[in-house]
């Protein structure tokens, strides 16, 4: 891989109010029966991803595959030599290995071998802004009394490459090619800087129409997606490793990852979210988008389809907005095509905000594949000329640059301390947890700690809403206030919300020994899991729980007027979490 033209940049402290908080990390909500199966472990003790399940399962490894080893390097070599494995590629935590045809099962069953991976095929999330999301405010000084633009915070973008256009002049601090050793990190696809111009193009001018979220921030480009826009998990994997060697280096503290892969395999299991997971305890945010997968071919929508690394507790996972093109929050839509939660495996409600992603018009790199497959998504021409993209993609670009203009004014966050600011500003639109999260993102509002704000002339209330892992019946911990990196032992949200040992959840939800669903919750008349999974008729969620039919879940509980939940969990007039 080639390192061009590096450059140092600093993260110097700003000035910034002190904030003062406790976080309630609430693990609860909603579960599936999707794809348990696949997850089950091997017959020999491994743990294998789905299609290296099914290989396994029908002898299907009839020619050479490559496997992703989470493993010591000894352990690595050890079963090179038995197995008559090839390395590919030297991981930090393990090895890409080529197995012989007919041999899989074989090391499948190896007892020195806890869990095997695909290295399954990424794409960039991409379905063929700035004021609606309050970001020209922050810049301009409105909300804090000074310019804030994200100076001093690097984003890492993990996609198709960088090109050094005008608007991103000077603050590409790096590029590496993971997809060719000798590669110059050149984005010869184009999504790559579609994305970073969305996180940090300076623009022409303020009132330039692809002036970036954070126009001040620097980039460092990782390439690991090649001129189709595809690549492999391995190459992701390495790509994040890099940018946690080198964060101090080069400044960076927000990884963008604009890009997805199928999820077969738990998170816990999956090489690729155990990188996020170390990006994350090394001190980087990690913004992954959800996916396009939110409707199958006939306009039906899907749901449990987001797609790696989206699924990880440890990114903050973005669903997109169709903002219908005007700043105006009043007639945002989630987008049709923008990946709906839980997750598959381990069942986490997904995403945890949402941005717009519809219709983004940002840079264009000249002789892209994008600009010659896809003419017509070229707008203007010669120095002009604009690409517009939709997609998740554009939704995870702009919290990226929603993320780092709050670092700007709080550097001291750590990655749990970003997420609940960027929630708790959000505008919870009534999209619902599953499509949006806790709702539309809001930069001005969350810069400003949740001081009432305007956008488009229409008053924005925040959410006052967090959560991160939420999944059914797991048990509430109160997070310490040195888990966001803020010093205190209280922590109050403007308009009078308060997050102490207890605390009021949106209108009517009250969260300590029992709880109230808010006005209750009504779910679609019929929707498609994703992988064919077919829920019941519909049912409705208010002060009481009523399935259509009456319903029997798995391993023979019965949900009715009440239920108990395994391990613990009893659902009645409250609920009691437990392990």
Same mark, same amino acid.
């Given at each position: ?37 696949? #997850? ?90 700035? #004021? $609606? =999301? ?18 001093? =915070? ?5 996609? $198709? ?37 969305? =996180?940090?193009?300076?623009? #022409? ?68 979210? #155990? ?47 169709? !903002? ?115 709702? $539309? ?11 009432? !704000? ?5 008053? =924005?209330?925040?959410?006052?809403? !967090? ?14 206030? $040195? ?14 919300? !308060? ?81």
């Amino acid at each position: 891989m080639v390192l061009t033209s590096p450059r140092i940049f600093g993260t110097p402290r700003r000035p910034g109010d002190r904030l003062v908080t406790v976080w309630l990390a609430a693990t609860v909500l909603l579960t599936c029966a999707a794809g348990a199966d696949a #997850q089950s472990a091997n017959s020999r003790g491994a743990r294998l991803s789905k299609d290296l399940a099914q290989l396994v399962a029908t002898h299907g490894d009839f020619k050479p595959t490559d496997v992703i080893l989470t493993a010591s390097q000894e352990k690595v070599d050890r079963l090179a030599a038995r197995h008559g494995l090839t390395v590919l590629q030297r991981l930090s935590t393990g090895a890409l290995l080529r197995v012989p045809a007919n041999r899989l099962e074989d090391v499948a069953g190896d007892a020195e071998v806890d869990s095997l991976s695909g290295n399954h095929v990424v794409a960039g999330q991409m379905a063929g802004m700035i #004021q $609606s =999301i309050g970001a020209d405010q922050v810049q301009s000084g409105l909300t804090l009394g000074v310019p804030v633009t994200g100076t001093g =915070i690097g984003v890492a973008v993990i996609d $198709s490459g960088v090109a050094n256009v005008p608007e991103l002049r000077g603050r590409i601090a790096a590029s590496v090619d993971f997809t060719d050793a000798q590669g110059q990190g050149l984005d010869k696809h184009g999504h790559g800087t579609h994305v970073a111009g969305i =996180i940090a193009a300076a623009g #022409q001018s303020v009132n330039d129409d692809t002036r970036g979220v954070a126009p001040g921030a620097h980039i460092v480009s990782l390439k690991v997606l090649d001129s189709k826009g595809f690549g492999v998990v391995s190459s992701v994997i390495a790509a994040i490793d890099w940018a946690i060697a080198n964060r101090q280096q080069y400044g960076i503290r927000i990884l963008n990852l604009s890009l997805g892969a199928p999820v077969l395999q738990s998170y816990r299991d999956d090489p690729l979210n #155990q990188a996020v997971e170390r990006a994350f305890r090394a001190g980087l945010v990690v913004v992954a988008s959800s996916g396009n997968f939110g409707k199958d071919a006939n306009g039906k929508l899907i749901y449990g389809a987001v797609t790696a690394p989206g699924n990880s507790p440890f990114a903050i996972t973005v669903g997109a907005l169709n !903002t219908k093109g005007t700043p105006f929050r009043s007639d945002d839509v989630v987008a049709s095509y923008s990946s709906k939660g839980p997750t598959l495996f381990d069942h986490l409600v997904k995403p945890d905000i949402a941005a717009p992603g519809n219709r983004i018009k940002g840079l264009l790199v000249q002789g892209s594949t994008l600009a010659k497959t896809h003419p017509e998504l070229v707008m203007g021409t010669g120095n002009g000329a604009r690409l517009e993209l939709s997609g998740t993609s554009m939704a995870a670009a702009a919290v990226s640059g929603a993320a780092a203009l709050v670092l700007s004014t709080q550097p001291h966050l750590k990655p749990l301390g970003v997420r609940v600011i960027l929630q708790l500003g959000a505008q919870d639109q009534n999209f619902g947890l599953l499509l949006a999260g806790v709702g $539309s993102m809001n930069a001005a509002a969350s810069v400003a700690r949740g001081r009432g !704000t305007l956008i488009a002339g229409e008053k =924005i209330p925040s959410s006052g809403i !967090t959560f991160t892992g939420l999944v059914f019946g797991s048990r509430v911990r109160f997070a310490t206030s $040195s888990d966001m990196g803020i010093a205190g032992e209280g922590f109050t949200w403007a308009d009078g919300f !308060t997050w102490a040992d207890g605390f009021t959840w949106a209108d009517g939800f009250t969260w300590a020994d029992g709880f109230t669903w808010a006005d209750g919750f009504t779910w679609a008349d019929g929707f498609t899991w994703a992988d064919g999974f077919t829920w019941a008729d519909g049912f409705t969620w208010a002060d009481g729980f009523t399935w259509a039919d009456g319903f029997t879940w798995a391993d023979g509980f019965t949900w009715a007027d009440g239920f108990t939940w395994a391990d613990g969990f009893t659902w009645a007039d409250g609920v009691v979490w437990g392990e």
